[in-house]
């Protein structure tokens, strides 16, 4: 026999040596009346199985020059994109939550790694940063719910006779309220409608149990993110090819350190500004002070515009204490404003995060309009990661060419 002639399989063969395609397995009782044509189809099929190929040999491959090929590469390809864009938007509040998780992650990674040693493994400073940081956050809400819901239930129902007092007090109050009816509207939209009642009280539920649900998903995914930050660093890396890892892993943990230290950071500004707030509102007997407190703290994390817009809607209730008190919280937050930017900010966040003014006001703008409050305070970590990568990569090679 000649070695380059395969032998035929055994069981393509039936007992009287015909060769036979029909596997034993498959469409029993195989009969001759299935049709000739497959017949002959079948007996061709045991000729092509050979050992190097027991499926038969592939077939000349299609021309991917064809119009044929061109036309469905271009709809599949239409169709992957127009697939994916519509997986997007189904999970784009999953993917909000996994960002802000991820975000957090890399802000207490600083502190994890600080408290790293060889006595102490990663698994315990991850446990300890994890309790202390839920620790806190427990026991403010425990602390702060009961008087945050008594304050904002007192600021709701005394809205109107605010107005009235405010516009007895002052003249420019007063013209406003006259031509815009400030109190007759205040008191319709506050009105005991059942209907619009049970609306509200429905819409707060699924609020509250929204806000809730997310700040459980969020805890959770930063604490896996914390836990295993060393391998979701080397997955990043091993997406890179050998030649370019070194590099990559050189402007990747810079722009970790900027990501990590500006949030870090920028939650202790926020804190200390919601302190030194609430003193001050406590000195000068300016009502619901904590709830105030808290406002200046969420405020203060957007960038250029949330420690103004506090100070706005702060100097507003103010206005209920007398003018000469308004007059002084308007000074406090310029005071406290410039303390921000000159003190604190250069102490605690320093020099990590360089970004020029106008890009910062440009990416909270863009990062308002595509995530809301989420993207305007992730927005300048975003714009610094992405200056980065531009001066370290694309601009030394458009300056070589």
């Known amino acids: ?71 469905m590469t271009g709809a599949a390809g239409v169709a992957v994109t127009y697939g994916a864009i519509q997986a997007l938007m189904a999970v ?47 026991g403010f809400l425990a602390a702060a719910i009961p008087p945050l819901v008594t304050q904002g239930n007192a600021l709701v129902h005394n809205a109107p006779d605010y107005v009235d007092h405010l516009a007895h007090r002052y003249p420019l109050i007063d013209t406003l309220n006259t031509r815009l009816h400030l109190q007759d509207r205040l008191q319709q ?37 914390m836990a295993n930050f060393a391998q979701v660093r080397t997955s990043i890396y091993r997406l890179f090819p050998h030649s370019r890892r070194a590099r990559a892993i050189l402007i990747g943990d810079e722009i970790f350190v900027k990501v990590g230290g500006y949030i870090l950071g920028n939650l202790v500004i926020s804190g200390i500004t919601a302190v030194l707030t609430f003193i001050w509102l406590l000195i000068f007997d300016v009502p619901y002070p904590l709830l ?51 003190v604190l900010v250069p102490r605690i966040i320093g020099r990590t995060v360089r970004v020029p ?24 970590p975003v714009a610094a990661a992405v200056l980065l990568i531009i001066s370290e990569t694309v601009l030394p090679s458009l300056d070589e060419r």
């Open 1 to 71: 026999m000649n070695e380059d002639t395969d032998p035929e399989p055994e069981e393509r063969r039936t007992p009287d040596g015909t060769e036979q395609g029909h596997r034993d397995l498959v469409a029993q009782p195989h009969t001759p009346g299935e049709g000739g044509p497959i017949l002959t189809a079948e007996a061709a099929a045991a000729r092509a199985s050979t050992a190097q190929n027991p499926l038969g040999k592939p077939g000349r491959r299609f021309d991917p020059r064809s119009p044929f090929m061109v036309g």
């Open 292 to 342: 105030l407190a808290v406002l200046v703290a969420v405020l203060d994390l957007i960038p250029v515009v949330g420690s103004t817009l506090a100070g706005i809607i702060v100097a507003l209730v103010a206005l209920t204490v007398s003018l000469p008190v308004t007059v002084a919280t308007i000074v406090f937050f310029i005071i406290l404003r410039l303390f921000e930017d000159y």
């Open 92 to 138: 784009s509040q999953v993917l909000v939550l996994i960002t802000i998780a991820l975000f957090l992650a890399i802000g207490l990674e600083p502190v994890v790694s600080w408290l790293v040693r060889p006595w102490f493994p990663r698994w315990a400073a991850v446990t300890a940063v994890f309790l202390v940081a839920i620790g806190l956050l427990a």
């Open 189 to 225: 939209w506050l009105g005991s409608d059942p209907s619009k009642l049970a609306g509200g009280v429905l819409g707060a539920g699924r609020l509250v149990f929204s806000i809730v649900s997310g700040t459980v998903i969020v805890a959770v995914l930063t604490g896996y993110f």
């Open 357 to 380: 003014a106008v890009v910062t006001v440009v990416s909270v703008l863009l990062g308002g309009a595509l995530l809301g409050i989420v993207g305007a305070l992730l927005a300048i």
